[in-house]
Protein backbone atom coordinates (compact mmCIF):
# COMPACT_ATOMS: atom_id res chain seq x y z
CA UNK A 1 0.00 0.00 0.00
CA UNK A 2 1.50 3.43 -1.08
CA UNK A 3 0.79 6.83 -1.80
CA UNK A 4 3.09 9.39 -3.36
CA UNK A 5 2.84 13.04 -3.73
CA UNK A 6 4.49 15.07 -6.51
CA UNK A 7 4.57 18.39 -7.22
CA UNK A 8 5.35 20.68 -4.68
CA UNK A 9 7.91 23.75 -5.52
CA UNK A 10 8.76 27.20 -4.45
CA UNK A 11 6.85 29.85 -6.58
CA UNK A 12 6.08 33.10 -5.75
CA UNK A 13 2.50 35.06 -4.81
CA UNK A 14 -0.01 34.22 -8.09
CA UNK A 15 1.93 31.81 -9.15
CA UNK A 16 0.10 28.21 -9.92
CA UNK A 17 1.26 24.69 -9.10
CA UNK A 18 -0.63 20.95 -9.67
CA UNK A 19 -0.04 18.73 -7.04
CA UNK A 20 -0.16 14.87 -7.31
CA UNK A 21 -1.13 11.41 -5.16
CA UNK A 22 -0.45 8.62 -7.07
CA UNK A 23 -1.36 5.49 -5.31
CA UNK A 24 -1.19 1.40 -5.36
CA UNK A 25 -1.23 -1.47 -3.92
CA UNK A 26 -4.82 -0.94 -2.72
CA UNK A 27 -8.66 0.20 -4.39
CA UNK A 28 -8.06 3.81 -4.95
CA UNK A 29 -10.60 4.12 -7.23
CA UNK A 30 -13.17 3.38 -4.37
CA UNK A 31 -11.55 5.72 -1.78
CA UNK A 32 -12.57 8.73 -0.78
CA UNK A 33 -9.64 11.63 -1.03
CA UNK A 34 -7.94 14.50 0.95
CA UNK A 35 -5.67 16.92 0.29
CA UNK A 36 -4.42 18.06 3.78
CA UNK A 37 -1.77 20.23 4.56
CA UNK A 38 0.13 21.91 7.72
CA UNK A 39 2.51 24.85 8.26
CA UNK A 40 5.20 25.20 10.54
CA UNK A 41 3.78 25.51 14.09
CA UNK A 42 0.05 24.83 13.13
CA UNK A 43 -2.19 21.82 12.74
CA UNK A 44 -2.88 19.81 10.01
CA UNK A 45 -6.20 21.19 8.08
CA UNK A 46 -8.03 19.36 5.15
CA UNK A 47 -8.24 21.74 2.13
CA UNK A 48 -9.95 19.48 -0.09
CA UNK A 49 -11.47 16.45 -0.66
CA UNK A 50 -13.10 14.27 -3.38
CA UNK A 51 -15.69 11.49 -3.31
CA UNK A 52 -14.22 8.14 -4.98
CA UNK A 53 -15.99 8.31 -8.57
CA UNK A 54 -15.02 12.26 -8.49
CA UNK A 55 -18.74 13.77 -8.75
CA UNK A 56 -18.53 15.52 -5.22
CA UNK A 57 -15.87 17.88 -4.02
CA UNK A 58 -15.38 19.96 -1.12
CA UNK A 59 -12.90 22.53 0.08
CA UNK A 60 -11.71 24.79 3.02
CA UNK A 61 -13.17 28.51 2.82
CA UNK A 62 -9.42 29.71 2.66
CA UNK A 63 -8.64 27.81 -1.09
CA UNK A 64 -12.15 28.36 -2.31
CA UNK A 65 -11.83 29.35 -5.60
CA UNK A 66 -8.59 29.16 -6.07
CA UNK A 67 -7.78 25.18 -5.63
CA UNK A 68 -9.64 22.54 -7.30
CA UNK A 69 -9.22 18.94 -6.69
CA UNK A 70 -10.01 16.35 -9.26
CA UNK A 71 -8.91 12.67 -9.99
CA UNK A 72 -8.30 9.98 -12.52
CA UNK A 73 -9.11 6.90 -11.48
CA UNK A 74 -7.72 5.14 -14.28
CA UNK A 75 -4.49 6.44 -13.74
CA UNK A 76 -5.23 5.88 -9.53
CA UNK A 77 -4.50 9.29 -8.98
CA UNK A 78 -5.80 12.59 -7.48
CA UNK A 79 -4.66 16.17 -8.32
CA UNK A 80 -4.57 19.37 -6.44
CA UNK A 81 -4.54 22.25 -9.10
CA UNK A 82 -3.51 25.54 -7.09
CA UNK A 83 -4.04 29.09 -8.67
CA UNK A 84 -3.15 32.40 -6.99
CA UNK A 85 -1.16 31.22 -4.22
CA UNK A 86 -0.25 33.25 -1.68
CA UNK A 87 2.79 32.76 1.02
CA UNK A 88 -0.26 31.39 3.31
CA UNK A 89 -0.49 28.65 1.54
CA UNK A 90 2.85 27.70 2.56
CA UNK A 91 2.60 24.13 3.50
CA UNK A 92 3.59 20.20 3.75
CA UNK A 93 0.60 18.99 1.29
CA UNK A 94 -0.36 15.45 2.36
CA UNK A 95 -3.01 13.05 0.06
CA UNK A 96 -5.22 10.79 2.60
CA UNK A 97 -7.29 7.80 1.12
CA UNK A 98 -10.18 6.47 3.36
CA UNK A 99 -11.67 3.50 2.34
CA UNK A 100 -12.02 1.31 5.29
CA UNK A 101 -9.28 2.27 6.92
CA UNK A 102 -6.96 5.58 5.92
CA UNK A 103 -4.05 5.80 3.78
CA UNK A 104 -1.33 8.55 3.68
CA UNK A 105 1.19 10.01 1.84
CA UNK A 106 4.65 11.33 2.97
CA UNK A 107 3.81 14.77 1.63
CA UNK A 108 5.25 17.24 -0.73
CA UNK A 109 6.41 20.63 0.16
CA UNK A 110 4.81 23.43 -1.02
CA UNK A 111 6.76 27.29 -0.58
CA UNK A 112 5.22 30.62 -1.91
CA UNK A 113 7.45 33.74 -1.59
CA UNK A 114 6.05 37.06 -1.64
Known amino acids: VQLVESGGASVQRGGSLRLSCTASGFAFSAALVNWYRQAPGKERESVAA????????GYADSVKGRFTISRDNAKNTVYLQMNNLKPEDTAVYYC????????WGQGTQVTVSS
Open 50 to 57: ITSTGSGT
Open 96 to 103: KATIVNEY
